[in-house]
C-alpha cells in the first residue's frame, strides 16, 4: 500500500505540469480543455491525502523539512542574536557611508518574555472532519485556477522583463518605476516559495541577491522609501522568515536594502527622508516639510523584524523615534485619536491638517500599529494605544453606513475633515481596514472590532456585487445613514453610487486581503465562494496576451486595458487568493505578520 500511495503522488505531480502547461497555453488551446484536468488533479491529491494518512507513517517535524510551514521547525531566533550580526562585504558597504547626524544611544528591542496573545486563527481542527470530499475537491481547483494565473504572469515576466521592476502586460515589454532593482522579482520571492515553486525560487533567489544596491545603480533620482521598504525589504525578510532563516544570502540582501533605508534617516532630527537621492549620501537631504502619514510611519514592521534577526538596533531606534512621535502628539491632531494624511516630518508636527482616512496616503500608518504589537509579542504597550485610540476615533468620525435599496449590514471607510461634515467616499485602498480590525478586535478582545471588521469586509464585497462587471472602482461616493444603524432607501435614488470619482482598478489586493482575515478568523467557507466570484471576474477583464493589466473603467461593459501590472498584483492579490484556497495552516495569523505588501514575517516566540 506504501508503493500504491507514493505511486499515486507522483502521478499527481505528473497530471499538475499538465494543467500547468494546459493553461499557460490558453492561447491556443480553449481554457474549458484543461478544467478536466483540473478536476483530475484535485480528485488525485484528495486521494493522495487520504493515502497518506491511512497508509504512511506520521513523520514528527524535522529542522531540515524546507516545506513545513509550522513555527516549530524554524533555525529563526527566538531572540535578537548577540553580538550583531554582520553581513559579508560582497557589495555597496552602506555601513562605511560617513554618518554626519550620529545617535548617542539607541533604543532596544523589548526584553523579557513576550505576552501570551489571544489566538487570531479559528480552529479550524475541529470541524476538519465535516469538510466534504467535493469542497475539498472544489478548493483545490480553485488554488490550481489562482496558481495558473499566477505562473503565465510569471513566465511572461522572466521572458520579457526579467530583472527590470514591472512587466508590460500588453505590449510586453518592461517598465522600471522602482529603481530598477527587479521589483517584480523580489516582491515575489515569498509567492514563489508559498506556491510551492522550489526551482523558480531557486532561480530567482540566485538572481535577486546579485542585484546592486550602490548609489549609482537606480535609475531615479529620487527613491520613495516607503515603496522600496515595504516591497524589497520586505521581500528578502519574508523569503529569509518562510525558508526557516537558514540561507544567509537572503539576510545579508536584507541588511545591505535596510543599510540603504536607514542612510535615509542621517537627517538632522532623524526623522526619514521619504523622497531620497542615493547619489547624493554627502549632501544634507531633509525630511518632508509637506509629507505625508503613511511614508513617515510605515517602516515599523520591516525595522523591527531586522532588528529581531540580526540584533542590530540602529533599525529599531529608526521607527522608536518615530513612534514616539506619534505617541506624544496623538491626542494632539485635529481629530485627536487620529493623524491627518499631511504632515510636517521636518518639524515633527502632525498637528496641523484637517483630513483624515484610511485610504491614499494615509493607509498602511495605521495597518501597523497592530502588527507591530503583534510581531513584539505585546510587550510594546505604545502601539495598543495608538492602535486603540485610533481605531475608535475612526469608528465615529470616519466610518458610515450607505443607504442601500436592500439595507444590507454594510459600512464604508469615509474621509473625516476637523471641522466640516465628512466626505462619504469610498476607496478601493481603504478595502483593507476590514481586516486591520479584524486582526485587532482578535489581538485586543474587542468584538466591537471584529463587528466593525466584518462590515466593512462586506462593504467592499457589496461594491464589487453591485459593480457591472464585478469590480469596485477606485473611487466612489454614496449617501450616508444618519447613524450606524439601518435606514431607510431614498427611492427618488436612481443608484446607491452617487457618483464614480474614479473608475479604474489598478490589480489591487486590499478586498481579497481583508476577505482573507476574515475567513482565517471566521472559518465561515462561503466567504471562499465569494473569493471566487472576486477572483474570475478579475481575470475575466484584466486578462492580457502576456499577464494581467490594469483596467481604465469598471463601470463600462468591456473596459479598455492599460499598459500596467505593478508587482502587487502577484506579490499580494494572487497571494491572498491563492492563501484563502489554501490549507489554513499555511503562514497561520497566528505565526506570521504581514507587512503591507503581503510579505509575512515570522512572530518570535
Known amino acids: 500500500m506504501l508503493q500504491l500511495t507514493l505511486a499515486l503522488k507522483s502521478f499527481c505531480n505528473t497530471a499538475q505540469s499538465k494543467v500547468v502547461n494546459c493553461l499557460h497555453q490558453d492561447m491556443l488551446l480553449p481554457r474549458k480543455k484543461c478544467w478536466d484536468l483540473v478536476t483530475l488533479v484535485a480528485v488525485c491529491y484528495v486521494l493522495f491525502l487520504v493515502g497518506h494518512k491511512c497508509f504512511l507513517p506520521t513523520a514528527s517535524p ?74 475539498q475537491i472544489t478548493r483545490k481547483q480553485r488554488q490550481a485556477s489562482v496558481k495558473a494565473v499566477f505562473l503565465r504572469a510569471w513566465q511572461s515576466y522572466k521572458d520579457r522583463a526579467w530583472l527590470a521592476d514591472e512587466l508590460a502586460p500588453i505590449s510586453g515589454g518592461s517598465k522600471n518605476p522602482f529603481g530598477g532593482w527587479g521589483a517584480t522579482l523580489v516582491d515575489n520571492l515569498d509567492t514563489l516559495w508559498l506556491m510551492d515553486m522550489k526551482d523558480d525560487f531557486e532561480m530567482a533567489v540566485a538572481a535577486a541577491t546579485n542585484i546592486s544596491f550602490n ?146 496616503m494615509a493607509d498602511s500608518a495605521f495597518e501597523y500599529f497592530g502588527k507591530t504589537y503583534q510581531l513584539l509579542g505585546g510587550q510594546e504597550p505604545q502601539y495598543a494605544r495608538l492602535y486603540e485610540h485610533a481605531m475608535d476615533t475612526a469608528i465615529t468620525h470616519m466610518l458610515f453606513r450607505p443607504q442601500l435599496p436592500d439595507q444590507a449590514d454594510i459600512l464604508i471607510s469615509g474621509v473625516a475633515h476637523a471641522g466640516a461634515a465628512r466626505e462619504n467616499s469610498g476607496q478601493h485602498l481603504s478595502c483593507f481596514a476590514g481586516g486591520m480590525f479584524l486582526l485587532g478586535g482578535r489581538l485586543f478582545s474587542n468584538n466591537t472590532h471584529i463587528d466593525v471588521g466584518t462590515k466593512l469586509t462586506n462593504g467592499c464585497v457589496w461594491a464589487y456585487r453591485h459593480s457591472p462587471i464585478g469590480i469596485m472602482p477606485e473611487r466612489f461616493s454614496m449617501n450616508a445613514c444618519p447613524t450606524l444603524e439601518p435606514c431607510d432607501w431614498d427611492p427618488h435614488q436612481q443608484s446607491a ?109
Open 215 to 360: 548609489p549609482e545603480s537606480s535609475s531615479l533620482e529620487s527613491l520613495n522609501m516607503f515603496e522600496t521598504t515595504i516591497r524589497y525589504l520586505g521581500g528578502f525578510l519574508a523569503a529569509y522568515d518562510l525558508t526557516d532563516c537558514k540561507d544567509e544570502r537572503l539576510l545579508a540582501k536584507a541588511v545591505e536594502v535596510g543599510d540603504m533605508i536607514y542612510a535615509s534617516f542621517d537627517t538632522p532630527n532623524r526623522m526619514p527622508c521619504t523622497r531620497w537621492n542615493p547619489r547624493k549620501t554627502a549632501e544634507d537631504q531633509l525630511p518632508a516639510e509637506q509629507g505625508i502619514i503613511a511614508e513617515m510611519a510605515s517602516f515599523s514592521l520591516e525595522f523591527t523584524r531586522l532588528s529581531q534577526l540580526t540584533g542590530d538596533m540602529r533599525y529599531y531606534d529608526a521607527v522608536a523615534r518615530v513612534t514616539n512621535i506619534l505617541y506624544e502628539q496623538q491626542n494632539r491632531t485635529q481629530l485627536p485619536g487620529m493623524f491627518p494624511i499631511g504632515v510636517d516630518v521636518r518639524a515633527q508636527d502632525l498637528t496641523f491638517d484637517t483630513s483624515f482616512s484610511f485610504g491614499a
Open 62 to 135: 524535522s529542522k531540515s523539512s524546507s516545506t513545513a510551514p509550522s513555527l516549530p521547525v524554524s533555525a529563526c531566533p527566538d531572540s535578537p542574536p548577540f553580538p550583531a550580526y554582520v553581513p559579508p562585504q560582497n557589495g555597496f558597504d552602506w555601513r562605511a557611508v560617513p554618518v554626519k547626524y550620529p545617535v548617542q544611544e539607541f533604543a532596544a528591542l523589548p526584553t523579557g518574555t513576550s505576552l501570551t496573545l489571544p489566538k487570531i486563527q479559528h480552529d479550524f481542527a475541529s470541524n476538519a472532519n465535516t469538510v466534504s470530499v467535493s469542497a
Open 497 to 605: 453610487f452617487t457618483n464614480i470619482g474614479d473608475g479604474k482598478y489598478a490589480l489591487r489586493p486590499e478586498a481579497i486581503e481583508s476577505m482573507l482575515y476574515l475567513y482565517r478568523i471566521t472559518g465561515d467557507t462561503k466567504l471562499q465562494d465569494i473569493a471566487w466570484e472576486m477572483f474570475q471576474s478579475i481575470d475575466k477583464y484584466t486578462r492580457t496576451d502576456f499577464a494581467n493589466a490594469a483596467i481604465k473603467d469598471t463601470q463600462m461593459p468591456y473596459p479598455e486595458k492599460e499598459d500596467s501590472m505593478e508587482s502587487f498584483w502577484m506579490a499580494e492579490t494572487l497571494k491572498y487568493f491563492y492563501l484563502i484556497f489554501s490549507e489554513p495552516d499555511l503562514v497561520s495569523l497566528d505565526d506570521y505578520v504581514f507587512n503591507t505588501e503581503a510579505h509575512p514575517f515570522r512572530i518570535p516566540r
